[in-house]
């Protein structure tokens, strides 16, 4: 069965400084990976996701995350954080079936940032 | 617009009374699920649909119930509610089965089980 960790269940960053937020993942097949964003009292929203295409992901609102199969990680990265970034963030793995993939998705406890002025 | 709707968003009620909470999906998707998501746990699964009376367990099925008459709606139902069962949930519904698909989540019911 996959697994994700998630390193750090709280980040701090300055407005204006690099965002990134640690994930892991454990899976005995090539999997997908997520990551979804969830704004105060609102639904998960994904920001991106590796397919097995490129390695170097690139999200909504300037986000990108990087697939390192050696390293088992997919970690989330923001050049210049806003305080619009302020959120909790989740990483998530799926892998390919031969049916019902859609009940494999697993999430990684979460990251809340937070965006010091 | 593409939305999940989920109600009601939130609900305060007592052990053993059943419930129901309701979400409809607008993108005709088959595919649907339910979370509940805890404080350090992240999400769990609790149920999901592959079509129209098609479902099936997810991690966490236990004191639920679901159903799928119609592909729009797939209703959450708490036969007995406890406290444990407090929590948020999140309804989603999925572009397609495939592994890489992405899901579409409602803005979530807060349920306290007194």
């Known amino acids: 069965a996959q697994s994700v960790t998630q390193l750090g269940s709280h980040v701090s960053v300055s407005e204006g400084a690099l965002v990134l937020l640690r994930c892991n993942y454990s899976s005995s097949v090539p999997p997908y990976l997520f990551w979804y964003v969830q704004y105060p009292n609102q639904g998960l929203q994904l920001l991106l996701k590796?397919?097995?295409?490129?390695?170097l992901v690139k999200g909504i609102n300037g986000f990108e995350a990087e697939f390192k199969k050696s390293e088992t990680s997919f970690h989330l990265t923001k050049p210049s954080a806003h305080m619009s970034d302020a959120a909790e963030y989740f990483c998530?793995?799926?892998?390919?079936?031969?049916?019902?993939?859609?009940?494999?998705?697993?999430f990684g406890s979460g990251t809340q940032l937070t965006v010091l002025p | 617009e593409a939305q999940v709707t989920q109600n009601p968003r939130y609900l305060i009620t007592v052990t053993g009374k059943k419930l129901t909470v309701t979400c409809s999906q607008n993108m005709n998707h088959e595919y649907m699920s339910w979370y509940r998501q805890d404080p350090g746990l992240g999400l769990r699964q609790i149920y999901y649909?592959?079509?129209?009376?098609?479902?099936d367990k997810g991690d966490v099925p236990e004191g639920y119930k679901v159903s799928r008459k119609e592909k729009r709606n797939f209703p959450l139902i708490l036969e007995s509610p406890s406290p444990n069962q407090t929590s948020l949930y999140f309804c989603?519904?999925?572009?397609?089965?495939?592994?890489?698909?992405?899901?579409?989540f409602g803005p979530g019911t807060r349920l306290t089980v007194l």
């Open positions: 989603a519904s999925i572009t397609s089965g495939r592994a890489r698909s992405e899901q579409f």
């Open positions: 590796y397919t097995s295409a490129a390695t």
């Open positions: 998530a793995v799926s892998v390919p079936r031969t049916s019902g993939s859609a009940r494999q998705l697993t």
């Open positions: 649909s592959m079509n129209v009376e098609v479902t």
